[in-house]
C-alpha cells in the first residue's frame, strides 16, 4: 500500500490578517474622527453640493451631461455620510 498523504486544509492556509475585529475597529474610528468633526463637515458639504447644483443648473446648456453625473455623486457622497454618521453606533 501507499503512503497516505493529508493536505493541509485551505483555511489553515491563508493567514487572516484582516478579521471582522480589526474591520470594526477601524470604522468605529473612522465614525469617530466624522462624529467629533461633523458641526463643520455638516455645513461645508451640504454647501458643496448647494454649489454644485448652482453649477450644474447654470451650466447645462454648455457642457451637457457630465454636469448632473457630478451633481449626483456628491449628493449621494453626502447623503451617506448624514446616514453613516446617524445610523450606525459603535460597540
Known amino acids: ?3 497516505i498523504i493529508k493536505f493541509p486544509k485551505a483555511a ?5 490578517y484582516l478579521d471582522g475585529k ?3 475597529q477601524v470604522v468605529c474610528f473612522v465614525w469617530v474622527i ?10 461645508i458639504a ?9 453649477r450644474m443648473l447654470l451650466l447645462f446648456s ?3 451631461f457630465f ?10 457622497a453626502f447623503t451617506a455620510l448624514v446616514c453613516f454618521v446617524s445610523l450606525y453606533r459603535p460597540k
Open 12 to 16: 489553515e492556509q491563508t493567514p487572516r
Open 22 to 24: 480589526v474591520i470594526s
Open 34 to 43: 466624522i462624529a467629533i468633526l461633523w458641526p463643520v463637515l455638516r455645513w
Open 46 to 54: 451640504a454647501f458643496e453640493v448647494t454649489l454644485q447644483a448652482l
Open 67 to 76: 454636469l448632473d453625473w457630478i451633481f449626483i455623486t456628491h449628493f449621494l
Open 62 to 64: 454648455e457642457r451637457g
Open 1 to 3: 500500500m501507499g503512503q
